[in-house]
């Protein structure tokens, strides 16, 4: 396991799902965790979602971490202000910083082509989901930069340039991916590196209950939906953001999509079960092989050539 003793990081997002599951590993690996979103006890801000952040941050200190909720919406440029000169005046450094911040979930249509969805909802959508990381590492990175070296993780979903199922969250998803290469491109001669990360099949709050079930009985949920079989819980990709945040050699990694399961692989580690679901194989196996990852293909259309000459001249 890593050892982020010291270490501070930033999870805009980490109110439930991936963001917690990444906010309780990096407490896990004894960093500093902020834990930022918009649900607060008594005042939810997604449906009838119960989870906080103040529960999240409580998590964080039940594994070993300093967990420091602030409610923050990432939408709004002065709060993300301020978040970054708290943590700045507490701290005096900003190690890691992952932008999680969704959002999206009643507003996604599937099943609607493009000419039928929502506009209005769209454009929230994108708002939250895209902009929302823009504004967080805009005001972010300049900490980090300050203080470095420092690590920058877009979460998203999917590692392979294919369509994801709606106009929209199509376009979030993708582009947080490309927003990950553009700043590792334009950090490049700093300290600071940008990647990106998918988990596979998440194991969520929302998903067990969706399937009615707990996580102890989590199986029963492939009754249901057989690929829930391969499902992880959020602390996987959590165990992969403090992997990632661990490792000297990441500026190797700059501008890249990864998944949950290849760094596992990599790395050696497991989901908090023991078990190391592979959602990549599952998928292949099942539906056949996946297309390019988004990486290699922005590259080889925008530039050609194989992706190993991207970072040649990076330092």
């Not at 209950?209 to 996580?215: A, F, R, S």
Request: glycine share 12%; aromatic share 10%; proline share 4%.
């Amino acid at each position: 396991m890593a050892d982020l003793k010291g270490k501070v990081a930033v999870v805009a997002g980490a109110t439930r799902g991936a963001g917690r599951g990444i906010a309780c590993m990096l407490g896990e690996a004894g960093a500093t965790v902020y834990c930022t979103g918009r649900s607060i006890r008594g005042k939810p801000a997604t449906g009838k979602r119960p989870e906080t952040i103040e529960e999240t941050a409580d998590m964080v200190i039940a594994r070993g971490g300093v967990g420091i909720p602030v409610q923050v919406d990432h939408t709004v440029e002065d709060q993300v202000k301020r978040l970054f000169e708290r943590v700045k005046a507490e701290q005096g450094r900003l190690d890691v910083l992952v932008n999680d911040v969704w959002g999206g979930d009643e507003l996604t249509e599937f099943g609607k082509p493009f000419w039928e969805v929502s506009l209005q909802k769209g454009r929230v959508m994108l708002d939250r989901a895209v902009f929302s990381h823009v504004i967080t590492s805009h005001y972010g990175a300049p900490l980090m930069i300050e203080t470095g070296p420092g690590l920058i993780v877009e979460i998203t979903d999917g590692d392979s340039f294919c369509y994801r199922g709606n106009i929209f969250y199509d376009l979030v998803k993708s582009s947080v991916i490309r927003l990950a290469f553009a700043m590792a491109r334009e950090l490049r001669k700093r300290k600071i590196t940008s990647v990106a990360l998918t988990p596979g099949f998440l194991r969520s709050e929302a998903m067990l209950e969706h399937y009615g079930v707990t996580e102890e009985n989590w199986q029963e949920g492939a009754k249901k939906e057989p690929n829930f079989i391969a499902s992880e819980t959020p602390f996987y990709v959590g165990r992969a953001v403090a992997a990632l945040a661990g490792d000297p050699q990441i500026s190797k990694k700059a501008g890249r999509v990864f998944s949950s399961w290849d760094l596992a692989v990599e790395y050696g580690f497991t989901d908090i079960d023991g078990r190391q679901p592979h959602w990549g194989r599952h998928f292949e196996e099942k539906y056949g092989k996946l297309p390019k990852k988004c990486d290699e293909a922005f590259y080889e259309y925008w530039v050609g050539g194989p992706i190993d000459t991207l970072y040649a001249d990076w330092p």
